[in-house]
Nanobody, 126 residues
Framework: QVQLVESGGGLVQAGGSLRLSCAAS????????MGWFRQAPGKEREFVGA????????YFGDSVKGRFTISRDNANNMVHLQMNSLKPEDTAVYYC???????????????????WGQGTQVTVSS
């Protein structure tokens, strides 16, 4: 069983930055690759980025490449999403998710992730 709790969302002006965090309650955090997704009103849930179990691989969706980074702290069961140069179109609920099937890489499909957090709202004003 994995419980995920996101934090760090809020309101920011375009061009600003936010850092989201996800705390995982799990016995062995390194058994999971971690991902971030987002969902805007009326839209499908979209892959944002992911990080492998040992942080050796990260991958991002095209819409955030070059602006967002992901890191993880395996000692403290945390994963972070650093979001820079935010745009109004980044406004969404952001979800943290855990994937137990990717051994060395990352997954980008929603169905590859079994455990999900409740989400945190990010609003970017123009």
């Amino acid at each position: 069983q994995v419980q995920l709790v996101e934090s760090g969302g809020g309101l920011v002006q375009a061009g600003g930055s936010l850092r989201l965090s996800c705390a995982a309650s799990v016995r062995t955090f390194t058994n999971y690759a971690m991902g971030w997704f987002r969902q805007a009103p009326g839209k499908e849930r979209e892959f944002v980025g992911a990080i492998s179990r040992n942080s050796g691989t990260t991958y991002f969706g095209d819409s955030v490449k070059g602006r967002f980074t992901i890191s993880r702290d395996n000692a403290n069961n945390m994963v972070h999403l650093q979001m820079n140069s935010l745009k109004p179109e980044d406004t969404a609920v952001y979800y943290c998710a855990a994937d137990s099937t990717s051994l060395y890489g990352v997954a980008t499909l929603r169905n590859d992730y079994y455990y999900w957090g409740q989400g945190t709202q990010v609003t970017v004003s123009s």
